[in-house]
């Protein structure tokens, strides 16, 4: 079955610092999204991506799809302790009503 | 804009006990409902699809008979945990999609299983 790499596993940073994290896929998606998850809740949709080659915006994040349909990468600009959490990529391969591909999240430390 | 309501946040019971999870839309109908299962600081995991009005679709390695799931209205879906053991404890989050373009699935706040 598809299979989601994600990376880097965990990241450490100082407040203010940039962010970078991203996923690749085995097999093609036409639908990429990006989620926060903070402890003991469900995941939080950051940014979702439905055209190879899109570069979309959310504040002081970003996130493309890449032209290949199999990676995605998100950005963090100017981290904030707030910005703490597990960060997953997800892919989804047809209907809007699809299931999901998670990858193995990125957990997110920021020190003030 | 749409919710999915899971019910209960936090269940901690003793080993051989069936435990049911509830999953509701809140102000949508959702034909279809997706289970996962997460383990602390690692990905979700889908479990199983589940499909109103007919079976659930489970994913290799799901046991169907221990993780029984009914989806018999449009709002809600249902997963049991039969005779649970130690090693079931774990995080349960069930989602929707709403076939929204901007909020493609919701989420639930997830059940923490915890068998004593």
């Known amino acids: 079955g598809q299979q989601l790499n994600q990376s880097p596993q965990s990241m450490f940073i100082q407040e203010g610092e940039d962010v970078s994290m991203n996923c690749t896929s085995s097999s093609i998606f036409n639908t990429w999204l990006w989620y926060k998850q903070e402890p003991g809740e469900g995941p939080v949709l950051l940014i979702a991506?439905?055209?190879?080659?899109e570069l979309t915006s959310n504040g002081r994040l970003t996130a493309q799809f890449g032209i290949t349909r199999k990676d995605s990468f998100l950005n963090i600009s100017a981290s904030i302790p707030s910005d703490v959490g597990i960060y997953f990529c997800a892919g989804r391969l047809g209907t809007s009503y699809g299931k999901l591909t998670f990858g193995q999240g990125t957990i997110l430390t920021v020190h003030p | 804009g749409a919710v999915v309501s899971q019910h209960p946040s936090w269940v901690i019971c003793k080993s051989g006990t069936s435990v049911k999870i509830e999953c509701r839309s809140l102000d949508f109908q959702a034909t279809t409902m997706f289970w996962y299962r997460q383990f602390p600081k690692q990905s979700l995991m889908l479990m199983a699809t589940?499909?109103?009005?007919?079976?659930?679709?489970?994913e290799q390695g799901v046991e169907k008979d221990k993780f029984l799931i009914n989806h018999a209205s449009l709002t809600l879906s249902t997963l049991t945990v039969t005779s649970a053991h130690p090693e079931d404890s774990s995080f349960y989050i069930c989602?929707?999609?709403?076939?929204?373009?901007?909020?493609?699935?919701?989420f639930g706040d997830g059940t923490r299983l915890s068998i004593l």
């Open positions: 989602s929707a999609p709403s076939g929204e373009r901007d909020q493609p699935q919701h």
């Open positions: 589940s499909n109103e009005g007919s079976k659930a679709t489970y």
């Open positions: 991506l439905y055209k190879a080659g």
